[in-house]
């Protein structure tokens, strides 16, 4: 972290410890809305969600006081909301063992088999048989459209588990891969693997969409 940014990040941890009201505002209007985002990886109601995110805002009053700065507070914060959204998730049933996530996440080709030509193709065996689509060509509302938007929330919001949370902190809250790969505990190659296997199917359902 940049030293200007720890330096901004330990006085704002020292408001909040004074119970600065305004302080804390401005980390509420900072995190909220990604923090719900976030939520809804866990579960899947929205409802379920803004509770998980209230939840999480009173957890981080009540520890402020024992942060010790090991983490950033950014990680920190989302840290509680990741522990207040797995019990949350285990109560309505949702968790899935470990153990079944390799499974489920471990072994799918990243792009659909039937675009690529058959291996006893007598010119290109093996090649793309329908090539990804050029969008620089589109027009910039056709990307843009709320229509497209909805296609792509919803195409990450039918990603497993691993795979869309990792698009969400890498390419919609903005982290690097360093930050993802210590919060979720991955190596560096499980992490890249998962992020473009998510990046493979948004990009797949954006295609349809726009095709």
Not at 88 to 110: I, N, Q, Y
């Amino acid at each position: 972290m940049p030293v200007t940014a720890l330096r901004d990040e330990r006085a704002l941890v020292l408001a909040l410890r004074r119970r600065d009201e305004s302080a804390f505002e401005a980390l509420v209007e900072q995190y909220h809305v990604p923090l719900r985002r976030y939520a809804l990886t866990f579960v899947r109601s929205s409802a379920v969600a803004d509770e998980v995110v209230q939840e999480t805002w009173l957890g981080v009053l009540r520890g402020i006081d024992r942060f010790e700065g090991r983490s950033s507070l950014k990680t920190w914060i989302f840290q509680i909301l990741t522990n207040t959204a797995k019990t949350r998730a285990e109560r309505e049933g949702r968790t899935v063992p470990l153990s079944a996530l390799a499974g489920l996440e471990g072994d799918e080709p990243s792009v659909d088999p039937n675009r690529f030509l058959d291996e006893q193709h007598e010119r290109w065996p093996g090649h793309w048989a329908a090539p990804p689509s050029r969008w620089d060509e589109l027009p910039e509302e056709a990307l843009l459209g709320h229509e497209t938007l909805a296609v792509l929330e919803q195409a990450i919001a039918a990603l497993p588990d691993m795979q869309r949370r990792v698009i969400e902190l890498r390419d919609v809250e903005g982290w690097t891969s360093q930050e993802v790969c210590d919060f979720l505990g991955l190596s560096e190659a499980n992490q890249r693997v998962l992020l473009h296997r998510a990046r493979s199917k948004a990009r797949a359902a954006l295609e349809a969409h726009l095709a």
